[in-house]
């Protein structure tokens, strides 16, 4: 069974950094592209990064809005994925979804396993 | 930059009813387009991927159609546990559509 299960968020001031986990079991996440979305409260979903495999040498790409402040990274060999979170902006507070990624040339990219989601809440 | 937009934002419908929502992208993206279920309190669900595709295990009630800009979500009888979010994602830039929510009528 495929399972991801998000952990780490919790309530951080402005300013502040915050690094969450994402466990993987079901699945070896070296033959995968991983995303992480978020969702701030009644909102919609934003795409905030992606990490690719190793056969893609790891590259890493950002959604505008966090970029040079967030860091994804991963351990394969723990099947675990990180997303380091730094500079917190109030506009940041939101639950927080990591995703398997399936690519497929003639199809694209579509995320078909999701986590359950962890809240961040930056406030003073 | 791609914008995408759902239409409408809400809707209310009844069991039983067919319902159509429309994802609009603001230039041509092929068949790149994916379709997701929310509900409250809980994780996105893949629904379609490319168009059309059905994901493992979502019932045959939901088809997707389209090509270029426009695509459309069709649930042909909403059954009770539909009622929920649902979101297109252009699958290349990554961009999800803002949501359209499904109510009870």
């Known amino acids: 069974e495929v399972q991801l299960e998000e952990s780490g968020g919790g309530l951080v001031q402005p300013g502040g950094s915050l690094t969450l986990s994402c466990a993987v079991s079901?699945?070896?996440?070296?033959?995968?592209?991983m995303d992480w979305v978020r969702q701030a409260p009644g909102k919609g979903l934003e795409w905030v990064g992606r990490t690719r495999n190793m056969a893609n040498s790891y590259i890493t790409e950002y959604a505008a809005s966090v970029k040079g402040r967030f860091t994804l990274s991963r351990d394969d060999s723990s099947n675990s994925l990180y997303l380091q979170m730094n500079s917190l902006k109030t506009e940041d507070t939101a639950v927080y979804y990591c995703?398997?990624?399936?690519?497929?040339?003639?199809?694209?990219?579509?995320?078909?396993?999701w986590g359950q989601g962890t809240l961040v809440t930056v406030s003073s | 930059d791609i914008q995408m937009t759902q239409s409408p934002s809400s809707l209310s419908a009844s069991v039983g009813d067919r319902v159509t929502i429309t994802c609009r992208a603001s230039?041509?993206?092929?068949?790149?387009l994916n379709w997701y279920q929310q509900k409250p309190g809980k994780a996105p669900k893949l629904l379609l991927y490319a168009v059309s595709s059905l994901h493992s295990g979502v019932p045959s009630r939901f088809s997707g159609s389209g090509a270029g800009t426009d695509f459309t979500l069709t649930i042909s009888s909403l059954q009770p546990e539909d009622f929920a979010t649902y979101y297109c994602q252009h699958s290349y830039s990554t961009l999800f559509g803002q949501g359209t929510r499904l109510e009870i009528k």
């Open positions: 079901g699945f070896s996440i070296s033959d995968h592209y």
């Open positions: 995703a398997r990624v399936m690519v497929d040339f003639l199809t694209g990219y579509y995320l078909d396993y």
């Open positions: 230039q041509s993206i092929s068949t790149y």
